[in-house]
């Protein structure tokens, strides 16, 4: 005799729940928050309404199609040999456009300047121009996606020791402000054909593996080379700059030139976005407690929602405490208007589609767990001083039956309910995925 039946043993058994079922378990829900004064329709509209930028690089393990085979550099390291990755545009945009279809909501696709169609050539990154991202454009307006785009500062001869725009010789880093310039314009075509502004995130692996001699000099060349990017101004319509800071890489343990401070300080005085990623600081540092302080002094800021685990910054998404306090940040401080959420995980050990279909879910749920909060209430125990009621109800809270109001979303949006989205996922790795060869 067998305890659990074989056939919901495994993944594909698992049956989603009928519609009446959905939303009878919603009808109560709904009126479980109504007693904590929560409408849960009001929370779904305000969900519906988000747009995260889902990363190009899940799906390839930040390889990109630059014709040159490189070695991925930058200190970044994508571990697991799962097979079927996205080898080609086509592949790419079929494979995220399937992660799309089991996530609620309209998204935004985020794409590498290394993910440009170069039929062929060799393009230099200092000549990417807008035509190598016209396919993407063409095909982001036909799916209603808004595109956002980063310059790729690794995986590149002129990166190979590590230095980019900080470099000492000036010729490199010439070459790197030309790929930076190159990118905001294409970017800024991106914004200006899809109607909604890009997001350019400036990401740089800068820094050296021991102690340096000259921690200064790197800094200020960072600085000079950014201005210089940055020298012609774009309308805000088409193209928002942004600096991603990191604590440490690898290769890059004992200092790294463009640090949290570096980036506070330039993204205050030059009107920049900030970009913090979850995965960039020191473990016992969380960016859901930076959030209210550096949005104290910058009009906005880019979020790369990511999980670290030990060395690595980029676990993919998983509904954890840290997640849900960036979402609870972003919603009880009102800063969703100013802060654009992107992702960024990359897992080759797993399906890469199922990676970006768990990380996205995870997102949006937690701003769903977020937007289900009495925090008027909450707020005013903590102003009377009732430290007593606010620890108890917020304890009380994680046992609202939250799952019903998720489900009734997925429902309502049309993607599969629970796991049963992962069925989806096995029939595109057996009919497609595990065709593609290496
Ligand atoms: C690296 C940064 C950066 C990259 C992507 C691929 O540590 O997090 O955002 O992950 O640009
Ligand atoms: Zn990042």
Redesign the pocket.
Same mark, same amino acid.
């Given at each position: 005799m067998t305890l659990i039946d074989p056939s919901i043993r495994t993944a594909g058994g698992i049956q989603e729940p009928s519609a009446k079922q959905i939303e009878e378990a919603y009808e109560l829900a709904r009126e479980r928050y109504a007693d904590l004064g929560v409408d849960t329709d009001t929370a779904l509209s305000r969900l519906s309404t988000i747009a995260v930028s889902i990363?190009c690089?899940q799906g390839d393990d930040?390889r990109g199609f630059e014709s040159a085979d490189r070695p991925l550099g $930058? $200190?970044?390291a994508v571990l697991g040999n799962y097979p079927g990755k996205a080898r080609t545009p086509d592949e790419l945009r079929s494979d995220v456009l399937k992660a799309m279809n089991l996530i609620p909501g309209s998204h935004r696709f985020n794409l590498?300047a290394s993910y440009g169609e170069f039929a062929g050539r060799n393009v230099e990154r200092n000549q990417i121009d807008v035509e190598h991202f016209q396919g993407w454009i063409d095909w982001a307006r036909d799916h209603h996606l808004g595109l956002d785009f @980063?310059p790729?500062y *690794?995986s590149h001869d002129n990166a190979s020791d590590g230095f980019t725009l900080s470099h000492p010789d000036p010729g490199i880093r010439q070459f790197w402000i030309e790929h930076g310039v190159c990118c905001r314009r294409v970017a800024a075509a991106m914004g200006r054909q899809l109607g909604s502004p890009s997001v350019t @995130?400036f990401?740089i692996?800068d820094g050296f593996k021991d102690t340096p001699a000259d921690r200064k000099s790197p800094r200020a060349r960072l600085a000079d080379s950014l201005d210089a990017i940055f020298r012609d101004e774009i309308d805000a319509c088409h193209n928002i700059d942004a600096v991603?800071a990191?604590l440490f $890489?690898l290769g890059s343990e004992a200092y790294v030139v463009g640090s949290h401070e570096f980036y506070l300080g330039y993204a205050i005085t030059r009107n920049k976005m900030l970009?913090l +990623?979850a $995965?960039?600081f020191h473990p016992t540092e969380v960016i859901s407690d930076k959030l209210s302080s550096v949005l104290t002094y910058l009009d906005q800021v880019l979020l790369?929602v =990511?999980r670290g685990l030990r060395w690595d =910054? +980029?676990h993919v998404v998983t509904l954890n405490d840290e997640l849900l306090a960036i979402a609870q940040e972003l919603v009880r401080g009102d800063y969703l208007h100013r802060v654009r959420i992107g992702l +960024?995980f *990359?897992d080759a050990s797993i399906n890469r589609v199922a990676a970006w279909v768990i990380g996205t879910r995870n997102m949006i749920r937690a701003l769903l767990l977020a937007f289900l909060e009495p925090i008027e209430w909450l707020r005013h125990l903590e102003n009377e001083g009732d430290f007593t009621a606010r620890l108890a109800i917020m304890e009380e809270l994680k046992s609202m039956p939250f799952g019903a109001v998720w489900d009734y979303y997925c429902l309502r949006a049309g993607v599969p309910i629970g796991a049963s989205w992962l069925k989806v996922i096995q029939d595109y790795e057996q009919s497609v995925l595990s065709r593609r060869l290496d």
């Open positions: 990363h690089w930040v $930058g $200190g970044l590498h @980063n790729t *690794f @995130n990401w692996p991603e990191k $890489g970009c +990623d $995965g960039h790369h =990511s =910054s +980029d +960024d *990359f």
